[in-house]
Structures are given as C-alpha cells and as structure tokens.
C-alpha cells in the first residue's frame, strides 16, 4: 500500500518507481481474476492497468529522445491488454510483467546513479516514520511544523 508521505517525499525517479509498481499489481490482479475466472473483475483491473499507462505516457517528456522508445513501449503494452480483454487470455499479461519489470530495472539503475535526489514537492510537509512494538504497526509521526504544505 502507497502512503500519501511516500509520494509527497518522493523524488521524480522514486514517483515513477511508485508508478510502475502499482502497474505491476495491477497486472498481478489481472492474472489473479482471469485464473479465478471473474471476468468482469478481469476486465475492470485491464481498464485500471491502461489507466496507469496513460499516466505514464502523459508524463513522457518528449523533448528527450528516450521518450519517443517508451511512448513505443508503452502503446505495445497497452496492445497486449488490449488483446487480453479481447481473447479473455491472462498469457499477454506475462509479456507485459516482463516488460515493465525489464524496465523498473533500468531505472532503478538511473535512479541510484542520479545523484540529483530532487524531491518533486518542495513545499510538502515532512513526514517521518517511526517504528513502535506492536504486530503489524508502522505510525508516522509529523514533526511540529506550522507550514502543512501550502504558502500563504
């Protein structure tokens, strides 16, 4: 699960990161439902997957020449999906797994090499995760600042 401190703490490399791993759950699911033969399930969570693509695409900075290479990527992995809704076929979903997991690792890469650790929120309020005795318990504690995100 995606905490809101995650994202307001992220770096544009960590965000994209934050990105890809929710489109490989979501992938996930979509296996999930096709093997447990929910259709409709399979198909809301197919529409969710091309969502989080579309993001993908929409944040492709095309002034850069690697861009036009994942916008290609991108639309083949939306195809697949595509297709998988068409066939009702859960193998086109291991080819899109494994494009994105080849991806997340070339960036996981870049994003450790890039000693740019730029957060995307200049202004967010800091957040820090404290850890306490208990089961399944992580709290986040927020120091004392007045400034909760906004400039006045």
């Given at each position: 699960?995606i905490k ?14 934050i990105t ?133």
């Amino acid at each position: 699960m995606i905490k809101a401190s995650q994202v307001a703490n992220a770096t544009r490399g960590q965000l994209l990161r934050i990105t890809y791993d929710l489109l490989l759950d979501s992938l996930d699911n979509i296996k999930k439902h096709a093997n447990e033969n929910e259709e409709r399930e399979f198909q809301a969570e197919v529409e969710r997957s091309r969502q989080i693509l579309q993001e993908l695409i929409d944040t492709l900075d095309f002034e850069q020449e690697m861009s036009r290479d994942l916008l290609r990527l991108y639309v083949y992995i939306n195809g697949l999906l595509i297709k998988s809704i068409m066939k009702y076929e859960d193998s086109l979903i291991d080819e899109a797994k494994n494009l994105i997991n080849t991806l997340m690792i070339g960036w996981d890469e870049a994003i450790d090499s890039d000693k740019a650790d730029i957060k995307v929120m200049d202004n967010a309020q800091q957040v820090y995760a404290g850890l306490t005795y208990g089961k399944s318990d992580l709290n986040e504690s927020v120091l004392d600042d007045k400034n909760r995100g906004f400039k006045a």
